[in-house]
């Protein structure tokens, strides 16, 4: 649908075999009359070794009564160079996910040169799109006129439609759907109180797959990511932190040669990690020091370490390191 209202100004945009919407970048082959509009799949822009641009990302969310679709599209941003930069994490070679492995493209916008007002011309046209799919007819589509204008959501017989924002919070089938999405933490449901500040968070953190951070490849492998970890990590640290919906579920971290007392270090700060939501801890370095078995002068570097890891702005506690 969003290809459809997309190629009403750009004919490049298709649907690539991931489901990303893409712009080809290739010359036209000149058979742009035989090709059947309903195939969302080809461009007469495919000839040619240049890569397609990536302009839009999807994100599901589906509860057992509903569903959320978060849609985003590159329109005529002025940024595309510095997203790479954006999207650089020191914990990428260090991080196993249970959600669905990200592919690196390179982007592009949808309307490259358009002198009018991309944002509105882009609603417009999925708009249309999203009437003519359906059937919905030009009712619908005054309806969304008139829902943006006075910020009220519109009925149809057989449509709502309408801009969803703060002020629709009191509407009782939205508050539903806003509960249904509220945050888990392990066995325990935490309930939420919408915010603007909390709601982000929650939904930012607490809604994220399962997944952990090693220095190992593996959490019984015994080869460390040796290449990839930084100087300042000792040769016989071990650090493994499992994460399920923004909490610590697991913890195994232990800097002793020796077994027993890796092992027991491994008890003491499991001890006090299991359970702490990660995006609720601001600094690491305060945390690690409630260890009681573990050499007191590795603490700074675990905690660098995992403050790197979970992208926690905070300057290292120990000079030393920064040398």
Not at 9 to 24: K, M
Not at 29 to 54: C, I, M, V, Y
Not at 189 to 206: H, L, M, N, P
Not at 248 to 270: L, P, Y
């Amino acid at each position: 649908m969003v290809v459809r209202a997309i190629r009403q100004d750009n004919p490049r945009a298709r649907v690539n075999e991931r489901h990303d919407i893409v712009l080809d970048q290739g010359q036209s082959d000149g058979n742009a009359s035989q090709l059947d509009p309903s195939d969302l799949h080809k461009t007469e822009f495919q000839t040619g070794a240049r890569q397609a641009l990536k302009v839009s990302g999807s994100a599901y969310k589906l509860t057992r009564t509903r569903s959320l679709h978060h849609g985003t599209c590159l329109l005529d941003s002025p940024n595309l160079k510095e997203l790479s930069r954006f999207l650089k994490s020191p914990a990428r070679q260090f991080l196993t996910a249970r959600g669905v492995e990200s592919v690196r493209s390179p982007v592009g916008n949808v309307y490259t040169g358009f002198k009018s007002d991309a944002s509105s011309r882009f609603q417009a046209c999925v708009a249309e799109a999203f009437t003519a799919l359906y059937g919905l007819g030009p009712d619908c589509l005054a309806g969304l006129e008139r829902a943006g204008k006075q910020n009220e959501l519109q009925q149809g017989s057989n449509w709502v439609c309408g801009f969803l924002d703060d002020s629709l919070q009191s509407i009782p089938e939205v508050q539903v759907g806003m509960k249904e999405l509220q945050a888990r933490h392990g066995s325990k449901t935490r309930e939420v109180t919408f915010t603007k500040s909390s709601q982000s968070a929650e939904w930012i953190y607490g809604q994220t797959p399962r997944f952990f951070v090693s220095t190992h490849l593996t959490d019984i492998s015994e080869e460390r990511c040796s290449a990839l970890l930084p100087d300042y990590i000792p040769e016989t640290a071990r650090i493994f932190v499992e994460v399920k919906s923004g909490v610590i579920i697991a913890a195994r971290i232990s800097t002793s040669q020796d077994k027993g007392t890796a092992s027991k270090e491994t008890e003491d700060f499991q001890s006090f990690l299991i359970g702490l939501v990660i995006h609720e801890i601001e600094d690491f370095y305060p945390v690690l020091r409630k260890a009681r078995f573990t050499d007191s002068q590795h603490i700074p570097e675990l905690a660098r370490w995992l403050n790197e890891m979970f992208a926690k702005n905070v300057s290292t506690t120990d000079p030393t390191l920064d040398s």
